[in-house]
């Protein structure tokens, strides 16, 4: 049996929070088109970048809440979305009950906007309780396991309690961890691969700082800027100062290709993604060492 939860408060939801976001989206890029270069536009830049991490985040919530559902077998109770699964065995459980959990006396650590929940919470007389559902605390359905409820919002409970039964009885076929597993793009190791990480958080804060400094000091440049030096020190290549935005363009372009073939070679050729995104940030030192000299005023 497979249930899906209602959805329909959930998806209105997240229909406003995605018009407001694309909104805030459009301000902010309409802005920095009609800023003049300066710690102003440095500033909107870096709110922009703010609003596509949170529009990231809701598109993430947006395709689990599509994407949740419920299933109940002869082995267990698989919650699942189109980032994660979890089983829980027949054996795990010791009840399920509606209305149990009551409302969350805090805050739930996670993702939630009304109509939707995906997160934890500690109740008292409960204990730890994950949430995969679209309706109230109050009203969802919890299935009581020894060191974990887990709370869910089948569309038709009574149904839902039947078929569990009736599956139950049964007996199971194999036997089913207790566990949440990572699925579909969601299981792609890189995600825990934390040398990777460092090297394109090094990476980003390397470029993002040049290309704010270029911005900050562009006013404070002379009409003619040197870009190239030879052997012996002295500027052989100039360029109007406008030229300077070419040193953080172009490794902001290479860090990106770096990055996403790293991303694409990590699951076969792990050392070789370290490699590319470590290789990434050697560029973006190599940039910072060319374009120092060319921002001093």
Not at 171 to 182: D, H, I, N
Not at 234 to 246: H, T, V
Not at 252 to 266: D, M
């Amino acid at each position: 049996m497979r249930v899906r939860p209602p959805v329909r408060i959930g998806v209105i939801a997240s229909g406003i929070i995605g018009l407001a976001t694309a909104g805030t989206l459009i301000a902010l890029l309409r802005t920095i088109r009609s800023q003049p270069l300066g710690a102003g536009l440095v500033l909107t830049s870096a709110l922009l970048v703010l609003a596509l991490s949170l529009a990231s985040l809701w598109l993430y919530g947006l395709i689990e809440l599509l994407s949740l559902r419920y299933v109940v077998d002869r082995n267990g109770i698989t919650i699942r979305t189109a980032f994660a699964r979890q089983t829980i065995p027949h054996a795990a459980i010791e009840r399920l009950e509606a209305g149990r959990c009551g409302a969350p006396p805090g805050h739930v650590q996670g993702l939630s906007w009304p109509g939707y929940t995906r997160g934890t919470v500690t109740l008292p007389g409960v204990g730890p309780v994950t949430i995969w559902g679209t309706e109230p605390l109050d009203r969802q359905l919890c299935i009581v396991t020894p060191d974990m409820t887990y709370a869910i919002s089948p569309s038709d409970q009574e149904s839902f309690l039947q078929h569990y039964a009736m599956r139950r009885e049964l007996g199971a076929l194999v036997a089913m961890p207790l566990a949440l597993t990572p699925i579909g793009i969601a299981a792609w190791g890189v995600w825990k691969d934390r040398v990777f990480w460092t090297a394109a958080a090094v990476g980003l804060a390397l470029s993002a700082a040049l290309a704010a400094l270029s911005i900050v000091r562009y006013s404070t440049l002379p009409t003619i800027i040197p870009l190239h030096w030879n052997a012996q020190g002295q500027p052989d290549r100039f360029s109007p100062r406008a030229g300077i935005f070419a040193i953080p363009e172009i490794g902001a372009i290479i860090l990106l290709l770096n990055l996403v073939l790293a991303i694409v070679l990590h699951q076969r050729q792990r050392p070789a993604s370290r490699l590319l995104a470590w290789g990434a940030v050697c560029v973006q030192i190599a940039l910072w060492a060319a374009a120092w000299q060319a921002l001093q005023p």
